[in-house]
């Protein structure tokens, strides 16, 4: 069976600093994609950044990196200089080779604090 | 950027009655799905759809629902009856190569409100 774990239901985060959400998974197929998505209130899911579970090197994009430790399965998000924008739930998804379908986490709030 | 369109974006409907949701995929993608987030929860598979037919679908996914790809550019969600639990965001989302992580790509949502 397919498992997303995000143990962090809502963060804080002064602006301008540097923030973590864990995210960690479970899943016996060897060839498994991880994402992260943003949703602000408005609803809509925004992709954020993208790991392959072959992938040798940390996903990055823009202030967005992902820490992946694949001996430990989690997939953690990083962002980097906190924007009040980025102030939004924020969930962590894995999609496996043999289901074509997404399994999501519980989603972790992040706020933004001036 | 190529996107996926859902209408309405806000939906209300009276218990009992018949509700279609709209998704318009990305012109070049094969595989449609839609998912529901109901308010608070997290995102669940509902339905994948290839070639006009089901590909897969979850336990949420029963008699109440059905997809349909009208014409070529259409996929819609239908739920029969719909219950006060159906309400939810629901989400569509289309794919151009199951074996590929890249262009899964998500719409911006209906929200569903049964009264």
């Known amino acids: 069976a397919q498992k997303i774990t995000q143990t962090q239901p809502g963060m804080f985060v002064q602006e301008k600093e540097a923030v973590t959400l864990d995210c960690t998974y479970d899943?016996?197929?060897?060839?498994?994609?991880l994402f992260w998505y943003k949703q602000p209130s408005s609803g809509e899911m925004i992709f954020l950044i993208y790991?392959?579970?072959?992938?040798?090197q940390n996903a990055t994009e823009g202030r967005y990196s992902l820490n992946f430790q694949k001996a430990r399965k989690s997939a953690n998000l990083v962002i980097s200089a906190s924007q009040l924008g980025d102030s939004a739930m924020y969930f962590c998804?894995?999609?496996?080779?043999?289901?074509?379908?997404?399994?999501f986490g519980t989603g972790t709030s992040l706020t933004v604090i001036p | 950027e190529p996107e996926v369109t859902q209408t309405p974006s806000h939906q209300v409907t009276q218990m009992g009655q018949e509700v279609i949701l709209r998704c318009v995929p990305i012109?070049?993608?094969?595989?449609f799905y839609w998912y529901r987030q109901i308010l608070g929860q997290k995102v669940e598979f509902l339905v994948s759809?290839?070639?006009?037919?089901?590909?897969?679908k979850s336990e949420i996914f029963d008699d109440q629902f059905s997809v349909e790809r009208p014409d070529g550019s259409n996929f819609t969600l239908k739920i029969r009856s719909t219950k006060l639990e159906d309400s939810a965001m629901y989400f569509c989302?289309?794919?151009?190569?199951?074996?590929?992580?890249?262009?899964?790509?998500f719409g911006s949502g209906t929200r569903l409100t049964v009264v």
């Open positions: 998804a894995m999609r496996v080779r043999i289901r074509d379908q997404f399994y």
């Open positions: 899943t016996s197929d060897q060839s498994y994609g």
């Open positions: 790991q392959g579970s072959y992938d040798e």
């Open positions: 012109s070049n993608h094969l595989y």
């Open positions: 759809f290839y070639n006009n037919e089901i590909s897969e």
């Open positions: 989302a289309s794919n151009q190569d199951p074996n590929t992580n890249y262009g899964y790509t």
